[in-house]
C-alpha cells in the first residue's frame, strides 16, 4: 500500500474504533451504576438469636464466640433498588478480649420479593468500663456485599457500619452506609 493510502486506512479504523469505544462505554456504566445505601437499625429490632461461648485459657477474658443476630425491618424504608428488606442475618464469629477484639462472618438480607443479599463482614469491637462497672460497648467495620439471588445475583459493593452492643438485653444497633451496584 501506498504510504498516504495506508494513513487513511489506520486513520479511518482507528475513527471507527473511538466511536465503537464511546458506545460500549455509556453501555457498561449503565450496567455498573452505583446506588447508595443507608440504613439505621435500633436495638428494638434485633436479637442474638444463638451464641456459643468458649473461654480460651492464654489471659483472663480471652472468649472465642459463634453467633446468630437476626434483625428485623419493619416498615419498607431500607431498600435494594426498590426492593425493601425485611430480615438481617449475621452469622459470626468474635474473638476477644474483655469484650475487645475482632468480629469476622457472614450475613444475608432477605428481601420482601424472596431475594437475598449476600455479604462478608469484618470489624473490631472495643469496651469502655463506666465508673458504676458496667461497659459501653461500641463497634464498627466493613460489609462487603458478595453476590445474590434473583435480579441480586450480580450485586456487589461495600457498606461501612457502626452501631453498639447491649449484652444484658441481648441486642445491639447500628448505623450503616455506603455504595453497591449490580454487575451484569
Known sequence: MHT???????????LIAVALGGLVVPLLAVAQQKHKFSSERSADTSEYTQQL?????????????AYELKAVYPDDSVKFLDTPIKEEYNRAFSDYINTNG????????????????HCRIDGTTQATVNPDGSKNITF???????????????????????????????RSGD????EYWIEE
Do not use: E, M
Not at 157 to 169: C, E, I, K, N
Open 4 to 14: 498516504a493510502t495506508w494513513s487513511k486506512w489506520v486513520g479511518r479504523k482507528a
Open 175 to 178: 448505623k450503616t452506609d455506603g
Open 53 to 65: 461461648r468458649i473461654d480460651v485459657d492464654d489471659v483472663p477474658g480471652h472468649q472465642i464466640r
Open 102 to 117: 475482632r468480629h469476622f462472618g457472614y450475613c444475608s438480607y432477605v428481601l420482601k420479593n424472596g431475594d437475598k443479599v
Open 140 to 170: 464498627s467495620g466493613v460489609t462487603t456485599l458478595t453476590g445474590g439471588t434473583g435480579k441480586f445475583q450480580g450485586i456487589r459493593g461495600t457498606l461501612r457500619y457502626s452501631g453498639f452492643y447491649d449484652p444484658v438485653a441481648n
